[in-house]
């Protein structure tokens, strides 16, 4: 399974849910799905996901599960930062912890899909 990250407008997304629950209340049986996170702009996907945060989910998928500290001295960064970042990651879904405590990036890939008719709009 996959994270796919995007841009997606709040129409755009209401007609995809609209379909969806067509498809659930039809009792069709429904495929595994990918995780899809949208933002509503550029800018938002962007101050969510800066470089430093997409150099920890980088990190991780190479490495697999680490404690913060771990990971933060595997960046040379600032612990409290790392854990900063780390909580956003959490509430946005894009990584884990498992049963020792340590964060794991749970996906075999990240996509991020962005429309240069989008750009736009930022």
């Known amino acids: ?18 379909v969806l629950a067509k498809k659930i209340d039809a009792g069709k ?24 945060r997409l150099q920890i989910l980088r990190e991780l998928k190479s490495a697999g599960a680490l404690s913060v500290y771990a990971l933060a001295k595997r960046l040379g ?10 909580q956003r ?12 405590g340590q964060v794991l990036m749970p996906f075999d890939d990240i996509v991020v899909q962005v429309d240069a008719s989008l750009m736009a709009a930022a």
């Open 1 to 18: 399974m996959k994270a796919v990250i995007g841009i997606s407008n709040w129409s755009q997304t209401r007609d995809e849910l609209r």
């Open 89 to 100: 990651l959490l509430a946005l879904g894009l990584v884990e912890k498992n049963a020792a």
């Open 29 to 52: 049986r429904l495929p595994e799905a990918d995780y899809q996170l949208n933002f509503p702009s550029p800018v938002e996907l962007l101050a969510e996901l800066p470089p430093k």
């Open 77 to 86: 960064r600032n612990y409290s930062n790392v854990h900063g970042d780390i």
